[in-house]
C-alpha cells in the first residue's frame, strides 16, 4: 500500500491507508490508546485499541519513535483534520530517547528560551510552528524568485570566497586561501553590478553573505541569507524601488496562496501589499522630530524606525515605508549621488514594521567617477581591477537593493529574534549545530 500524508487523510474517510512518520504524543484512556502521528503533512490522530489489536505492544512506544502505520480513516470531527486512523498493524521503524524539548506542547516558541531552542536545533526543529517558520520561509524565496523571473531577470551564483571587500571595513571573516589572504563575501554587490555588464542586465541572486560584526543582538547574525537584485538601463532608483514593491507583493502573496495551515498554526496573517509609501530622509528627519523621536545625523537609529513605522501605519495605512536620499557620507562607495546636491545620495531604505530590511541605491556607472569614489574612501583602485574593468568598457545606469531573508521572515511572523527564522544560526558565539 502506498503511503499517504497525514494532511490526505480526510479525503479517505472508510478506505484503509498507510502513514509513516513520527509520534508526536500518546495518550491512554483504559485499552484504548490515542497517538498523534506527525510527518510533513501535519499532524493526525491514530487509534489503537487493544482489544482489537492485542498484538501491538503499546507499553512499547514512545514519543517521537518513527513508525510505519496502517489502518481504516474514520470521521472524527474532534480530532486534527476531521478525521483519525484506526490502526490495523504498527511497524517501529526508529525508537527515539525521550526529547530534551516539550515540542509536542503548543506555543513553543514562547514557553522555551532561545538558547535551549538553538542548542537543540535538530529537534526544536520538529515542532510544527518552528517548522511552519520555514515553509513559509521557502514561499518567500519563491515568490522574490518567481516574481524577478517574470521581469526577465536572470538567477547567478557568485563566488563566497573573494579577494577583497565589497564595503571595506573590519567587517570582514579573512581566511587563508592555500598561500594567499582570502575573505568570505560580505555580499555579491561586485559581482552582480559586472553581471548586468555582461548583458545580462537584469539578474538576481539567493544566497549566503557573512559579516564579521561583533553584534550580540535580536536582530543580527554574522553569515544570513541576502536576496539581491541589480538591474541595467533604469531612470533612477525609484525604478529599483518599484521592483521591490512588486517583488514584496508576490513573497506576500505566495505565502496566503500556499501557507495558510502554516499562518493558522501560528495565528497570523498576511500584511496587504498595495503599494508602499515613499518619503524622503529630510521628511523622514522632521517627522521624527514631530513624533518626539531621536532625529540627528546621516542614519536613522532602530527607536527612528520604529517611529517611523507607527507613522506610517497610521497616517499613510502601511506596514511598510521607503526612506530614500540617505546623506551620501553614510552610503558605500559605489552609491550614486544627486546631480543637483553631492551630499545626498539615491539610495533608499526598506522599513517594515520598525526594522530597517532592505537596503538599495541607484550605483555609479561612471568609471572616472566610481574610480575618484574609491579614492576618496581610502582604498586603493588597483585593489579592485577586476571590478573595474566592467566599467572601463561601458556601464548602463543601474541599481539594486538587498533583502535580509530572516530578519524580513522575523518581521513577517512577529518573532522577536532573528535567530529563529534561521535554521542554524552563526553569532559571536555558535558554530554549532
Excluded at 502554516?262 to 514631530?290: K, N, Q
Aim: aromatic share 8%.
Amino acid at each position: 500500500m502506498d503511503r499517504i500524508l497525514s494532511c490526505e487523510a480526510g479525503r479517505s474517510i472508510g478506505e484503509p491507508v498507510r502513514l509513516s512518520g513520527w509520534i508526536h504524543n500518546i495518550r491512554s484512556v483504559g485499552k484504548v490508546h490515542f497517538l498523534i502521528l506527525r510527518d510533513r503533512g501535519g499532524l493526525i490522530q491514530a487509534v489503537i485499541d487493544a482489544g482489537e489489536v492485542p498484538e501491538i505492544d503499546v507499553a512499547r512506544l514512545g514519543k517521537e519513535y518513527v513508525v510505519d502505520v496502517e489502518g481504516v480513516v474514520a470521521e472524527e470531527p474532534r480530532a486534527p483534520g476531521g478525521a483519525e486512523v484506526r490502526i490495523r498493524a504498527l511497524r517501529v521503524l526508529a525508537e527515539a530517547e525521550e526529547p530534551p524539548l516539550e515540542i509536542n506542547r503548543p506555543h513553543v516558541l514562547r514557553r522555551t528560551r532561545v538558547d535551549s531552542l538553538l542548542d537543540h536545533r535538530p529537534i526544536s526543529l520538529r515542532a510544527p510552528e518552528i517548522r511552519a517558520i520555514f515553509r513559509i520561509q521557502s514561499a518567500l524565496i519563491r515568490g522574490f524568485a518567481e516574481h524577478l523571473r517574470s521581469e526577465g531577470f536572470t538567477e547567478i551564483k557568485t563566488p563566497k570566497i573573494v579577494a577583497t571587500g565589497t564595503e571595506g571595513g573590519a567587517n570582514l571573516f579573512e581566511i587563508r586561501y592555500f598561500e594567499r589572504k582570502a575573505f568570505l563575501a560580505q555580499s555579491p554587490q561586485f559581482y552582480k553590478q559586472m553581471m548586468v555588464g555582461s548583458g545580462l542586465e537584469r539578474v538576481f541572486e539567493i544566497g549566503p553573505v557573512f559579516r564579521a560584526e561583533k553584534h550580540e543582538t535580536s536582530r543580527h547574525i554574522n553569515e544570513y541569507v541576502s536576496m539581491d537584485l541589480e538591474m541595467g538601463f533604469i531612470r533612477d532608483e525609484h525604478d529599483v524601488m518599484d521592483m521591490q514593491v512588486g517583488a514584496i507583493r508576490r513573497m506576500i502573496e505566495c505565502v496566503a496562496e500556499t501557507c495558510g495551515r502554516e499562518l493558522a498554526l501560528l495565528g497570523l496573517g498576511v500584511p496587504a501589499v498595495v503599494d508602499i509609501p515613499r518619503i524622503p530622509f529630510s521628511e523622514a528627519m522632521d517627522i521624527l522630530r514631530r513624533e518626539g523621536a531621536y532625529a540627528s545625523g546621516n542614519d536613522i537609529d532602530p527607536e527612528g524606525e520604529r517611529a517611523l513605522c507607527r507613522w506610517s501605519a497610521r497616517e499613510r495605512g502601511s506596514e511598510f515605508l521607503h526612506v530614500f536620499g540617505y546623506p551620501i557620507a553614510q552610503r558605500p562607495m559605489y552609491t550614486l549621488f544627486r546631480e543637483d546636491d553631492p551630499s545626498v545620495s539615491r539610495s533608499f531604505d526598506l522599513l517594515f514594521r520598525g526594522l530597517e530590511v532592505t537596503t538599495g541605491s541607484q550605483r555609479i556607472h561612471r568609471y572616472d567617477l566610481l574610480v575618484e569614489r574609491i579614492r576618496a574612501h581610502g582604498y586603493d583602485p588597483a585593489d579592485f581591477e577586476y571590478y573595474l574593468q566592467a566599467f572601463r568598457h561601458g556601464m548602463p545606469p543601474h541599481g539594486g537593493l538587498a533583502i535580509g531573508l530572516e530578519r524580513f521572515t522575523a518581521q513577517l511572523l512577529r518573532i522577536p529574534n532573528v535567530k529563529l527564522a534561521t535554521l542554524f544560526p552563526r553569532d559571536r558565539h555558535r558554530l554549532t549545530p
